[in-house]
């Protein structure tokens, strides 16, 4: 049951993201399992939309740390990067 009601909150949190209601967004997230590393990426996600680039790199690095490498996780890591203005660390990722 309580994977379900994560699938659901996450759910609800994408489509508030691509709204852009991030204040909907931060409360559904404290429903959400700590921890997870999809609320770590949705929570890293909302960084991002409010300009907390450093904020959301290291959310980032932790969902790499517990997942792996996956790409898109990547890529959010290079914008974040690029973003801060660190060009060599962005192009890093990316190549």
Request: hydrophobic share 35%.
């Amino acid at each position: 049951k309580q994977q379900l009601s994560q699938r659901l909150l996450m759910t609800q949190v994408a489509v508030k993201l691509e709204e852009e209601d991030l204040n909907t967004c931060k409360a559904l997230l404290t429903e959400c399992v700590k921890g997870d590393p999809e609320t770590i990426c949705a929570s890293a996600a909302i960084d991002f939309k409010e300009g907390k680039f450093d904020d959301a790199l290291e959310k980032y690095s932790e969902v790499v740390n517990l997942t792996g490498f996956d790409y898109n996780i990547a890529h959010s890591m290079a914008l974040c990067h690029y973003n801060l203005k660190q060009y060599s660390d962005a192009s890093d990722i990316v190549d």
